[in-house]
Protein backbone atom coordinates (compact mmCIF):
# COMPACT_ATOMS: atom_id res chain seq x y z
CA UNK A 1 0.00 0.00 0.00
CA UNK A 2 1.03 3.43 -0.91
CA UNK A 3 -0.22 6.85 -0.06
CA UNK A 4 -0.40 9.41 -3.31
CA UNK A 5 0.44 13.04 -2.62
CA UNK A 6 0.40 16.19 -5.58
CA UNK A 7 1.29 19.23 -4.38
CA UNK A 8 0.41 22.27 -6.63
CA UNK A 9 -0.09 20.38 -9.93
CA UNK A 10 -0.57 21.83 -13.22
CA UNK A 11 -0.94 20.83 -16.69
CA UNK A 12 -1.52 22.64 -19.52
CA UNK A 13 -1.87 21.68 -23.20
CA UNK A 14 -0.39 24.06 -25.29
CA UNK A 15 -1.59 27.35 -23.58
CA UNK A 16 -4.67 25.98 -22.74
CA UNK A 17 -4.65 24.82 -18.65
CA UNK A 18 -6.09 21.43 -17.40
CA UNK A 19 -5.39 21.06 -14.59
CA UNK A 20 -4.79 24.00 -11.74
CA UNK A 21 -2.26 24.00 -9.11
CA UNK A 22 -4.10 20.62 -7.90
CA UNK A 23 -3.68 19.37 -3.75
CA UNK A 24 -4.53 16.22 -3.22
CA UNK A 25 -3.90 13.37 -0.37
CA UNK A 26 -4.71 10.20 -0.94
CA UNK A 27 -4.10 8.03 2.06
CA UNK A 28 -2.12 4.28 1.90
CA UNK A 29 -5.43 2.05 1.72
CA UNK A 30 -7.83 4.08 0.95
CA UNK A 31 -10.69 3.61 -2.39
CA UNK A 32 -10.56 6.99 -3.37
CA UNK A 33 -13.01 7.74 -6.45
CA UNK A 34 -12.40 11.07 -9.09
CA UNK A 35 -15.58 12.22 -10.40
CA UNK A 36 -16.96 15.00 -12.72
CA UNK A 37 -18.86 16.00 -15.30
CA UNK A 38 -16.40 15.39 -18.77
CA UNK A 39 -13.84 17.35 -19.87
CA UNK A 40 -12.89 18.20 -15.95
CA UNK A 41 -9.32 16.78 -15.98
CA UNK A 42 -10.17 13.76 -14.12
CA UNK A 43 -8.38 10.86 -16.47
CA UNK A 44 -5.47 13.71 -17.25
CA UNK A 45 -5.21 13.34 -13.52
CA UNK A 46 -4.61 9.96 -13.00
CA UNK A 47 -2.79 9.17 -16.40
CA UNK A 48 -0.45 11.65 -14.48
CA UNK A 49 -0.04 10.03 -11.45
CA UNK A 50 0.67 6.88 -13.71
CA UNK A 51 3.23 8.27 -14.94
CA UNK A 52 1.86 7.96 -18.72
CA UNK A 53 1.23 12.06 -18.73
CA UNK A 54 4.01 14.47 -17.85
CA UNK A 55 3.81 17.55 -15.29
CA UNK A 56 3.92 21.42 -16.45
CA UNK A 57 4.46 22.28 -12.98
CA UNK A 58 3.82 21.02 -9.02
CA UNK A 59 5.36 17.48 -7.16
CA UNK A 60 3.73 13.98 -7.46
CA UNK A 61 4.68 11.96 -4.78
CA UNK A 62 3.89 8.09 -4.02
CA UNK A 63 4.50 7.05 -0.55
CA UNK A 64 7.99 9.30 0.18
CA UNK A 65 9.08 9.41 -2.96
CA UNK A 66 8.50 12.17 -5.73
CA UNK A 67 8.22 10.73 -8.46
CA UNK A 68 7.84 13.41 -11.47
CA UNK A 69 10.58 12.06 -13.25
CA UNK A 70 10.13 8.55 -13.08
CA UNK A 71 8.69 6.60 -15.84
CA UNK A 72 5.51 4.62 -15.80
CA UNK A 73 7.25 1.50 -14.86
CA UNK A 74 8.90 2.38 -11.92
CA UNK A 75 6.18 3.88 -9.86
CA UNK A 76 5.23 0.29 -8.53
CA UNK A 77 1.43 0.38 -10.11
CA UNK A 78 -0.85 -1.31 -12.55
CA UNK A 79 -3.70 0.55 -14.61
CA UNK A 80 -6.76 -0.74 -15.67
CA UNK A 81 -7.98 0.98 -18.95
CA UNK A 82 -11.52 1.66 -20.02
CA UNK A 83 -10.37 -0.71 -23.49
CA UNK A 84 -9.93 -4.34 -22.16
CA UNK A 85 -6.63 -4.45 -24.19
CA UNK A 86 -6.17 -8.17 -24.40
CA UNK A 87 -3.79 -9.77 -26.50
CA UNK A 88 -6.22 -11.60 -29.05
CA UNK A 89 -3.91 -14.91 -29.79
CA UNK A 90 -3.48 -15.09 -26.18
CA UNK A 91 -5.14 -17.41 -23.82
CA UNK A 92 -6.31 -15.75 -20.77
CA UNK A 93 -3.64 -17.56 -18.82
CA UNK A 94 -1.05 -16.16 -20.97
CA UNK A 95 -2.78 -12.62 -21.04
CA UNK A 96 -2.33 -12.78 -17.16
CA UNK A 97 1.45 -14.04 -17.14
CA UNK A 98 3.06 -12.17 -20.19
CA UNK A 99 3.72 -8.83 -18.24
CA UNK A 100 5.49 -11.01 -15.45
CA UNK A 101 7.38 -13.13 -18.28
CA UNK A 102 9.03 -9.79 -19.55
CA UNK A 103 10.21 -8.94 -16.01
CA UNK A 104 11.97 -12.13 -16.48
CA UNK A 105 10.68 -13.23 -13.10
CA UNK A 106 10.85 -16.99 -11.64
CA UNK A 107 8.68 -19.53 -13.71
CA UNK A 108 7.48 -21.20 -10.21
CA UNK A 109 6.58 -17.16 -8.95
CA UNK A 110 4.33 -16.27 -12.09
CA UNK A 111 2.63 -19.25 -11.79
CA UNK A 112 1.82 -18.36 -7.99
CA UNK A 113 0.51 -14.85 -8.93
CA UNK A 114 -1.40 -16.06 -12.11
CA UNK A 115 -3.09 -18.92 -9.98
CA UNK A 116 -3.75 -15.97 -6.99
CA UNK A 117 -5.48 -13.58 -9.52
CA UNK A 118 -7.45 -16.47 -10.63
CA UNK A 119 -8.94 -17.23 -7.35
CA UNK A 120 -9.93 -13.70 -6.54
CA UNK A 121 -11.60 -12.92 -10.09
CA UNK A 122 -13.22 -16.34 -10.02
CA UNK A 123 -11.94 -17.02 -13.46
CA UNK A 124 -9.97 -20.03 -12.71
CA UNK A 125 -12.29 -21.94 -15.78
CA UNK A 126 -11.64 -19.28 -18.51
CA UNK A 127 -7.73 -19.58 -18.12
CA UNK A 128 -7.46 -21.83 -21.56
CA UNK A 129 -10.08 -19.97 -23.26
CA UNK A 130 -9.04 -17.26 -26.17
CA UNK A 131 -10.41 -12.91 -25.20
CA UNK A 132 -12.46 -13.74 -28.30
CA UNK A 133 -14.61 -16.23 -26.24
CA UNK A 134 -15.03 -13.82 -23.45
CA UNK A 135 -18.40 -12.27 -22.40
CA UNK A 136 -17.16 -8.21 -21.67
CA UNK A 137 -17.47 -9.12 -17.72
CA UNK A 138 -15.02 -11.60 -18.28
CA UNK A 139 -12.48 -9.53 -20.10
CA UNK A 140 -12.73 -7.17 -17.77
CA UNK A 141 -11.97 -9.52 -15.16
CA UNK A 142 -8.85 -10.70 -17.10
CA UNK A 143 -7.36 -7.04 -17.56
CA UNK A 144 -7.98 -6.39 -13.93
CA UNK A 145 -6.42 -9.87 -13.23
CA UNK A 146 -3.38 -8.31 -15.15
CA UNK A 147 -3.23 -5.49 -12.94
CA UNK A 148 -3.39 -8.05 -9.85
CA UNK A 149 -0.50 -10.24 -11.05
CA UNK A 150 2.28 -7.59 -10.60
CA UNK A 151 1.22 -6.62 -7.29
CA UNK A 152 1.78 -3.41 -7.32
CA UNK A 153 1.33 -0.71 -4.51
CA UNK A 154 -1.16 1.13 -6.17
CA UNK A 155 -3.98 0.78 -8.71
CA UNK A 156 -5.30 3.24 -11.23
CA UNK A 157 -8.55 2.41 -12.59
CA UNK A 158 -9.79 4.90 -15.81
CA UNK A 159 -13.68 4.09 -16.33
CA UNK A 160 -13.27 0.68 -16.35
CA UNK A 161 -16.74 -0.51 -16.15
CA UNK A 162 -17.63 2.45 -19.21
CA UNK A 163 -18.25 -0.89 -21.93
CA UNK A 164 -19.99 -2.65 -20.05
CA UNK A 165 -24.45 -3.19 -20.06
CA UNK A 166 -26.29 -1.96 -17.03
CA UNK A 167 -26.61 -5.53 -15.27
CA UNK A 168 -22.73 -5.82 -15.59
CA UNK A 169 -21.68 -3.18 -14.53
CA UNK A 170 -23.67 -3.20 -11.36
CA UNK A 171 -22.18 -6.61 -10.78
CA UNK A 172 -18.59 -6.00 -11.87
CA UNK A 173 -19.29 -2.72 -9.05
CA UNK A 174 -20.05 -5.40 -6.31
CA UNK A 175 -17.07 -7.59 -7.39
CA UNK A 176 -14.80 -4.27 -7.76
CA UNK A 177 -15.93 -3.33 -3.85
CA UNK A 178 -15.04 -7.09 -2.57
CA UNK A 179 -11.81 -6.86 -4.50
CA UNK A 180 -10.37 -3.64 -2.57
CA UNK A 181 -11.86 -5.43 0.66
CA UNK A 182 -9.97 -8.43 -0.18
CA UNK A 183 -6.61 -6.63 -1.29
CA UNK A 184 -6.62 -3.54 1.01
CA UNK A 185 -4.38 -2.10 -1.79
CA UNK A 186 -4.66 1.91 -2.42
CA UNK A 187 -6.93 2.40 -5.42
CA UNK A 188 -7.56 5.52 -7.16
CA UNK A 189 -10.61 5.14 -9.62
CA UNK A 190 -12.24 7.51 -12.23
CA UNK A 191 -15.56 7.70 -13.55
CA UNK A 192 -18.29 10.09 -14.45
CA UNK A 193 -20.63 7.70 -12.92
CA UNK A 194 -21.74 9.08 -9.86
CA UNK A 195 -23.72 6.31 -8.36
CA UNK A 196 -20.38 4.43 -8.93
CA UNK A 197 -18.30 6.71 -7.14
CA UNK A 198 -21.27 6.74 -3.88
CA UNK A 199 -21.05 2.92 -3.92
CA UNK A 200 -17.33 2.29 -4.27
CA UNK A 201 -15.68 4.93 -2.30
CA UNK A 202 -13.98 5.49 0.64
CA UNK A 203 -13.87 8.81 -0.21
CA UNK A 204 -14.63 10.84 -3.64
CA UNK A 205 -12.97 13.95 -4.88
CA UNK A 206 -15.33 16.23 -7.04
CA UNK A 207 -13.74 17.77 -9.90
CA UNK A 208 -14.98 20.44 -12.25
CA UNK A 209 -12.64 22.53 -14.87
CA UNK A 210 -9.60 20.85 -13.53
CA UNK A 211 -10.38 21.74 -9.91
CA UNK A 212 -11.27 20.46 -6.71
CA UNK A 213 -15.19 21.24 -5.19
CA UNK A 214 -14.75 18.91 -2.69
CA UNK A 215 -13.55 16.01 -1.30
CA UNK A 216 -15.14 13.80 1.57
CA UNK A 217 -16.98 10.52 2.04
CA UNK A 218 -19.94 10.04 -0.33
CA UNK A 219 -22.12 10.48 3.19
CA UNK A 220 -20.39 14.00 3.34
CA UNK A 221 -20.77 15.12 -0.33
CA UNK A 222 -24.64 14.02 -0.50
CA UNK A 223 -25.82 15.80 3.19
CA UNK A 224 -23.16 18.07 3.21
CA UNK A 225 -22.22 19.83 -0.79
CA UNK A 226 -19.97 22.67 -0.19
CA UNK A 227 -21.41 24.75 -3.16
CA UNK A 228 -23.90 24.32 -5.94
CA UNK A 229 -21.85 22.34 -8.14
CA UNK A 230 -21.45 19.69 -6.11
CA UNK A 231 -24.99 19.52 -4.70
CA UNK A 232 -26.35 19.01 -8.16
CA UNK A 233 -23.69 16.75 -9.37
CA UNK A 234 -23.95 14.31 -6.62
CA UNK A 235 -27.35 12.55 -6.34
CA UNK A 236 -29.22 10.91 -8.56
CA UNK A 237 -32.10 12.12 -9.53
CA UNK A 238 -30.67 15.47 -8.85
CA UNK A 239 -31.15 18.56 -6.25
CA UNK A 240 -34.25 20.79 -6.53
CA UNK A 241 -33.15 24.48 -7.17
CA UNK A 242 -35.05 27.11 -6.05
CA UNK A 243 -34.43 31.20 -6.15
CA UNK A 244 -34.93 33.35 -3.11
CA UNK A 245 -34.31 36.29 -1.39
CA UNK A 246 -32.95 36.60 1.85
CA UNK A 247 -34.01 39.11 4.26
CA UNK A 248 -34.36 38.98 8.06
CA UNK A 249 -34.05 35.33 8.77
CA UNK A 250 -36.77 34.71 6.21
CA UNK A 251 -36.43 33.58 2.44
CA UNK A 252 -38.88 34.44 -0.06
CA UNK A 253 -39.52 32.34 -3.10
CA UNK A 254 -41.02 34.82 -5.38
CA UNK A 255 -44.98 33.02 -6.46
CA UNK A 256 -44.51 30.32 -3.41
CA UNK A 257 -44.01 32.04 -0.66
CA UNK A 258 -41.30 32.09 2.04
CA UNK A 259 -39.38 29.68 4.37
CA UNK A 260 -37.48 30.40 8.05
CA UNK A 261 -33.95 29.80 7.69
CA UNK A 262 -32.38 27.86 9.61
CA UNK A 263 -30.49 29.19 12.42
CA UNK A 264 -26.91 30.61 11.85
CA UNK A 265 -28.06 31.58 8.04
CA UNK A 266 -28.05 35.24 8.50
CA UNK A 267 -27.71 36.71 4.95
CA UNK A 268 -29.76 39.17 2.94
CA UNK A 269 -29.66 39.34 -0.80
CA UNK A 270 -30.38 36.32 -3.40
CA UNK A 271 -29.95 33.04 -2.21
CA UNK A 272 -30.61 29.13 -3.61
CA UNK A 273 -32.79 26.64 -2.24
CA UNK A 274 -31.73 23.18 -2.87
CA UNK A 275 -34.37 20.54 -2.19
CA UNK A 276 -33.37 16.68 -2.99
CA UNK A 277 -36.19 15.39 -4.38
CA UNK A 278 -37.14 12.81 -1.63
CA UNK A 279 -37.21 15.85 0.59
CA UNK A 280 -40.37 17.40 -0.97
CA UNK A 281 -43.54 15.28 0.12
CA UNK A 282 -47.08 15.26 -1.30
CA UNK A 283 -49.45 16.70 1.02
CA UNK A 284 -50.03 19.91 3.42
CA UNK A 285 -48.26 19.59 6.61
CA UNK A 286 -44.87 21.28 6.32
CA UNK A 287 -43.07 24.58 6.48
CA UNK A 288 -44.21 25.85 3.14
CA UNK A 289 -47.05 24.45 0.88
CA UNK A 290 -46.68 25.09 -3.27
CA UNK A 291 -49.23 24.17 -5.44
CA UNK A 292 -48.70 22.17 -8.77
CA UNK A 293 -49.29 20.06 -11.54
CA UNK A 294 -48.20 16.72 -12.20
CA UNK A 295 -46.63 16.85 -15.87
CA UNK A 296 -44.67 13.70 -15.70
CA UNK A 297 -44.83 10.25 -13.72
CA UNK A 298 -42.15 8.33 -14.28
CA UNK A 299 -43.26 4.59 -12.05
CA UNK A 300 -39.39 2.52 -11.67
CA UNK A 301 -41.17 0.10 -9.56
CA UNK A 302 -40.18 0.30 -5.88
CA UNK A 303 -39.82 4.08 -6.31
CA UNK A 304 -41.88 6.62 -8.53
CA UNK A 305 -40.36 10.05 -10.26
CA UNK A 306 -43.36 12.46 -10.13
CA UNK A 307 -42.56 16.31 -11.90
CA UNK A 308 -44.69 18.76 -10.91
CA UNK A 309 -44.99 22.41 -11.82
CA UNK A 310 -45.14 24.96 -9.96
CA UNK A 311 -46.75 28.20 -9.78
CA UNK A 312 -44.06 30.27 -10.63
CA UNK A 313 -43.51 27.99 -13.70
CA UNK A 314 -41.10 26.18 -12.47
CA UNK A 315 -40.47 22.31 -12.73
CA UNK A 316 -39.31 19.73 -9.53
CA UNK A 317 -39.17 16.49 -9.08
CA UNK A 318 -40.57 14.49 -6.29
CA UNK A 319 -39.42 10.71 -5.15
CA UNK A 320 -41.80 9.09 -3.95
CA UNK A 321 -42.58 5.16 -3.05
CA UNK A 322 -43.39 3.14 -5.44
CA UNK A 323 -47.04 2.67 -4.57
CA UNK A 324 -48.15 6.31 -5.23
CA UNK A 325 -51.49 7.01 -7.33
CA UNK A 326 -50.24 9.99 -8.51
CA UNK A 327 -51.47 10.86 -12.01
CA UNK A 328 -50.43 13.16 -15.07
CA UNK A 329 -52.30 16.13 -15.14
CA UNK A 330 -53.62 15.98 -11.44
CA UNK A 331 -53.33 19.28 -9.55
CA UNK A 332 -50.88 18.78 -6.05
CA UNK A 333 -49.84 20.15 -2.94
CA UNK A 334 -45.82 19.61 -2.36
CA UNK A 335 -44.85 20.68 1.48
CA UNK A 336 -41.11 21.56 2.00
CA UNK A 337 -39.89 21.21 5.08
CA UNK A 338 -36.29 24.00 5.90
CA UNK A 339 -34.73 22.02 8.39
CA UNK A 340 -33.85 19.30 5.20
CA UNK A 341 -33.07 21.77 2.39
CA UNK A 342 -30.01 23.12 1.53
CA UNK A 343 -29.10 27.27 1.34
CA UNK A 344 -26.47 28.48 -1.13
CA UNK A 345 -25.07 32.54 -1.58
CA UNK A 346 -25.14 34.56 -4.73
CA UNK A 347 -21.64 32.98 -5.29
CA UNK A 348 -23.05 29.18 -5.02
CA UNK A 349 -21.18 28.20 -1.75
CA UNK A 350 -22.82 26.54 1.12
CA UNK A 351 -24.71 28.55 3.69
CA UNK A 352 -25.04 27.12 7.29
CA UNK A 353 -23.17 24.35 8.82
CA UNK A 354 -20.33 22.03 7.10
CA UNK A 355 -19.97 18.92 8.54
Not at 118 to 135: D, G, H, N, T, V
Not at 256 to 263: C, F, H, I, V
Not at 308 to 332: P, S
Request: one cysteine or more; glycine letters at 10%; aromatic letters at 6%.
Amino acid sequence: MASVTLSDVKKTYGNVPIIHGLDLEVQSGEFLVLVGPSGCGKSTLLRMIAGLEDINDGVIAIGDKIVNDLPASQRNLSMVFQSYALYPHMSVRKNLAFGLSNLKMPKPEIERRVADAARILQIEPLMERKPRQLSGGQKQRVAIGRAIVREPQLFLFDEPLSNLDAELRVQMRVELAGLYQRLGTTMIYVTHDQTEAMTMATRIVVLNKGRIEQVGTPYELYNFPRNKFVATFIGSPKMNMLDAQAAGGKAEIAGLGSLTLPRGITTNGPISIGIRPEQLSLGTSGDLTLPGKVTLVEYLGSEVFIYVRLANEQTVLVQGAGDAKTRNGEDVTLTINAAGAHYFDAEGQRLGDMK
